[in-house]
Nanobody, 129 residues
Framework: VQLQASGGGLVQAGDSVRLSCEASGRALSSYAMGWFRQAPGKERDFVASISWNGITTNYAESVKGRFTISRDNAKNTMFLQMDGLKAEDTAVYSC???????????????????????WGQGTQVTVSS
């Protein structure tokens, strides 16, 4: 599967942005998905994840209540709605996918980078304060 993230840009603190991750090559319904971000000079961090059927979601503590992950398998696209953006949300956001049988069977939404085999290129989100 190939993943393409989009929707980033330069916004003001408090603004909202919706990121999209479009999959091609295989049906998105075959994958659990996640969003990760990496700020300059820092490691890649978990942001949010969603099981293949959308039943299970996980969020980093820093984004709970502000970010919402969702997916539309019919459109082969995953989304990250980001509200109440803060300067510390500035980073390159990347989407990732896994189709490991154990993850899909248990309807898991993994939170670690090592759980994902497929990665898309990132999209920059810059929040000015």
């Amino acid at each position: 599967v190939q993943l393409q993230a989009s929707g980033g840009g330069l916004v003001q603190a408090g603004d909202s942005v919706r990121l999209s991750c479009e999959a091609s090559g295989r049906a998105l319904s075959s994958y659990a998905m996640g969003w990760f971000r990496q700020a300059p000079g820092k490691e890649r961090d978990f942001v949010a994840s969603i099981s293949w059927n959308g039943i299970t979601t996980n969020y980093a503590e820093s984004v709970k209540g502000r970010f919402t992950i969702s997916r539309d398998n019919a459109k082969n696209t995953m989304f990250l709605q980001m509200d109440g953006l803060k300067a510390e949300d500035t980073a390159v956001y990347s989407c990732a996918a896994t189709n490991r049988a154990s993850v899909l069977r248990a309807r898991l939404a993994p939170t670690s980078t090592g759980s994902y085999e497929f990665w898309g290129q990132g999209t920059q989100v810059t929040v000015s304060s």
